[in-house]
């Protein structure tokens, strides 16, 4: 059996867990999340806890586990968030926010302009750093992805835009 799907999911304070039939909701401080509810998966709420078990073992015990990951991750957004932090290395590569609209300069002949998905909010503490921070973990790691893909970091001098605790592995320039 599935070790993920056994452990509960402890709902803290201000959280509350909503249950229909085909969809389950997560509501918080942060903001309200909600996700399909696959057949053959009970959850149920006991002591400040939920609690996922499979109706047949044999049959939906991956399925109960993914979902187990999926609402944990819904319980920590909207009770903490979520957030990505993006570093801008190179010379003149500089990012500005143009309302909620991020404005990108890297180093091509126009600026990159990203739009912020819904749920999502982008900050620039500073002009080469980007906060992605939300309630949705895969809605937040896509915008990141996203802002990396325009100028991913190159190995030769490590130029472009990369997750703050990514390591850019470099490679020696062709000798003469």
């Keep these: 059996m599935s070790r993920v799907a056994k452990k509960p999911i402890a709902l803290p304070q201000g959280v509350e867990l909503s249950i229909q039939a085909d969809s389950v909701g997560v509501k918080g401080p942060k903001g309200a999340l909600t996700t399909a509810k696959p057949?053959?998966?009970?959850?149920?709420?006991?002591?400040?806890?939920?609690?996922?078990?499979?109706?047949?073992?044999?049959?939906?015990?991956?399925?109960?586990g993914t979902l187990r990951s999926i609402l944990a991750?819904?319980?920590?957004?909207?009770s903490q968030g979520f957030e990505r932090k993006l570093e801008l290395v190179g010379v003149g590569y500089r990012a500005s926010m143009q309302g909620k609209d991020l404005s990108l300069a890297l180093g091509f002949s126009h600026p990159v302009v990203f739009q912020a998905p819904e749920g999502v909010s982008i900050t620039t503490p500073t002009q080469t750093e980007i906060l992605i921070s939300g309630a949705d973990k895969q809605a937040v790691g896509q915008a990141a992805a996203k802002i990396r893909g325009f100028r991913p970091p190159e190995p030769y001098k490590g130029k472009g835009v990369k997750y703050s605790d990514e390591t850019v592995i470099r490679k020696e320039a062709k000798k003469a």
């Design 39 to 64: 057949e053959g998966v009970e959850i149920r709420v006991e002591d400040g806890q939920a609690v996922l078990s499979p109706v047949d073992p044999s049959s939906h015990m991956a399925i109960t």
């Design 73 to 78: 991750n819904m319980v920590h957004g909207v």
